[in-house]
């Protein structure tokens, strides 16, 4: 692919969305073509998907074939374009994200690694990592309240909901542990220092990258 790829990835809480924000105004004050693009994004799934993924009665690998058709609609209408054009992509969350989240919830990860397999690698997969209570104190200072599978529905007979939250959580960070290795997932500490956080995405980023120049002519 003549673009570039570049993959946020990482919990609910962990600040992908607005890490890759500030990511994106800073390539393109660089001079990049930049084309954000988020999970859940998609023109055809969008909705769909804000709708469902708060019933508890729909099933875990129907809602990972959600996610796999807006991952397609994705690819298909803005990433492979921009790539083929030669520019950056910055994704906010992309291939890692709902694999992690699919085998937490039982589904058989070489099932729904075929399943995603029509997309490509990116050029550049960063894990972004925060202390479970951070993640899960941002959750509810912008939410009213927990979806379900944010807190590991269903729910434990006696658990208090938020410490099954917790408890959730912090399997998720494993799970992702589990799944990179840190030589080529690079991990970033999102947790206390997002100015920190933000100028080692930019190094890890940097690496990557063409020269704008370049990135330009690559387009015509």
């Avoid at 933000?198 to 890890?204: C, K, N, Y």
Wanted: aromatic share 4%.
């Amino acid at each position: 692919m003549k673009g570039v790829l570049i993959a946020l990835e990482g919990a609910d809480g962990a600040g992908c969305t607005d890490q890759a924000r500030r990511l994106g105004d800073w390539l393109v004050s660089a001079g990049h073509q930049v084309v954000p693009c988020r999970i859940k994004g998609s023109e055809l799934m969008r909705r769909p998907l804000q709708t469902l993924q708060r019933r508890a009665d729909l099933s875990d690998r129907a809602l990972f074939l959600l996610y796999a058709a807006d991952l397609a609609d994705l690819y298909r209408h803005q990433i492979a374009p921009a790539l083929d054009l030669g520019q950056v992509v910055l994704c906010d969350r992309y291939l890692l994200t709902p694999l992690v989240r699919a085998e937490l919830r039982g589904i058989d990860h070489a099932w729904a690694q075929g399943a995603l397999s029509f997309l490509p690698a990116p050029t550049l997969t960063v894990l972004l990592c925060a202390p479970a209570s951070h993640r899960l104190t941002r959750l509810l200072n912008h939410r009213r309240f927990l979806q379900p599978r944010e807190t590991g529905w269903p729910m434990r007979p006696g658990s208090p909901l938020l410490a099954q939250a917790l408890r959730y959580q912090r399997q998720l960070a494993r799970q992702y542990a589990l799944r990179t290795d840190p030589e080529q997932v690079p991990r970033v500490n999102t947790g206390q220092h997002a100015d920190r956080a933000q100028g080692e995405l930019q190094r890890l980023v940097s690496a990557v990258l063409p020269a704008p120049s370049a990135a330009a002519e690559s387009a015509l």
